[in-house]
């Protein structure tokens, strides 16, 4: 490179809308205890190292990602009390839901709070990372003025 510069730092950003449904299970009373929905926008950040490929991170994963959580409802595992016949039953917050089980995504945390969302994102960018990848950053936004951040490293 000229001028003495050299690469110090390498780095993708990726970002995309989303339309999801959720509740809260929460200790006191809010109106989030009731199903609602948010257009989320989802902010990614991967740094690391090209791979054979000259990429840091396939943005194809990142879309297909997204595309597990749009219209659709997000529930902790723990609230499903039932699978049967391709439906999911939830039962939490005085409600009992039975749907296919094509329109919930089933996160592996205890609530559904944009800090659970944002890490179950990052997770499922980890398991598609190659050793290139050292640090990954996801912001998941509820509305224009608030998200939640997780940042996971090597």
């Known amino acids: 490179m000229s001028g003495n510069f050299r690469v110090v730092e390498r780095k993708i950003s990726w970002n995309k809308d989303f339309d999801s449904s959720h509740f809260l299970a929460l200790p006191y009373e809010s109106k989030c ?5 948010h257009t989320y926008h989802v902010d990614v950040e991967i740094w690391g190292e090209l791979n054979e490929s000259g990429m840091i991170f396939d943005f194809n994963h990142l879309s297909n990602l997204v595309k597990l959580l749009d219209h659709r409802i997000l529930v902790s595992e723990n609230w499903v009390k039932e699978r049967r016949d391709g439906a999911v039953i939830i039962e939490k917050n005085d409600k009992r839901l039975e749907l296919p089980e094509s329109e ?13 969302i944002a890490e179950w ?3 499922r960018v980890a398991e598609k990372a190659g050793d290139n990848v050292r640090k990954i950053r996801v912001r998941i ?3 224009p003025r608030s998200y939640a951040e997780v940042t996971l490293e090597r």
């Open 141 to 143: 936004w509820e509305d």
């Open 121 to 123: 994102f990052a997770e």
């Open 104 to 116: 919930a995504v089933i996160l592996n945390k205890p609530n559904v709070t944009a800090e659970y």
């Open 33 to 37: 205890l009731r199903i609602h929905g």
